[in-house]
């Protein structure tokens, strides 16, 4: 029997991003409030797209690529899907081999 697991990362403010020493932060931010008389709650999130678990698009490495408009929206998505090992490393533990 096969199944799919989410091995998702949860987002952290201390997450490593890319191109960045600081990390993630706070990508959140709470653009109109109706504690602050907006009929809603509207949330704005920002971050670049190399965060956490991601998975990235032919158009990532190779300009021809990017140009004939090769994105993640056009991967397949059972090329994603297959027999995997799941290795379970606890956090703040370095896999050194």
Same mark, same amino acid.
């Given at each position: 029997m096969s199944r799919i697991m989410d091995i998702t990362h949860a987002y952290r403010?201390?997450?490593?991003?890319?191109?960045s020493s600081e990390g993630l932060g706070n990508p959140i931010k709470l653009i109109s409030s109706m504690k602050?008389?907006?009929l809603y709650n509207l949330s704005e999130m920002k971050m670049i797209v190399h965060t956490g678990t991601h998975?990235?698009?032919?158009?990532h490495f190779f300009q021809e690529h990017y140009d004939?408009?090769?994105?993640?929206d056009t991967l397949? @998505?059972?090329l994603l899907n297959?027999?995997? @090992?799941l290795?379970?490393?606890?956090?703040?533990?370095?896999i050194t081999v």
């Open positions: 403010e201390d997450m490593p991003v890319a191109d602050n008389g907006s998975v990235d698009s032919p158009a004939a408009g090769f994105d993640v397949d @998505l059972e297959g027999p995997a @090992l290795v379970d490393v606890p956090r703040d533990t370095n």
